[in-house]
């Protein structure tokens, strides 16, 4: 769970060199291998994007602003 501004921009870089990582394998894999390596890749990257999304829906509190 992500819990400040800090947090929120490590997850993003985060998720960054993991699409990037992605984005060479799909050049350089045959595709039944890509689809292989990928997978556990992606599912990481859905799981921090839902805590990407969940920290900003919420509002920041009165203390932060």
């Known amino acids: ?7 929120l921009q490590a ?4 998720v960054l ?13 045959a595709p039944e291998a890509y689809e292989a390596m990928a997978s556990s890749y ?3 990257i859905e799981r921090v994007y839902a805590d990407i999304v ?3 829906r919420r509002a920041p509190s009165r ?3």
């Open 1 to 7: 769970m992500i819990g400040s501004d800090v947090e």
């Open 11 to 14: 997850a993003q870089e985060y």
């Open 17 to 29: 060199r993991f699409e990037r990582i992605l984005a060479a394998a799909r050049k350089t894999y």
């Open 42 to 44: 992606l599912a990481e």
């Open 54 to 56: 969940e920290y900003l």
């Open 63 to 65: 203390e932060a602003a």
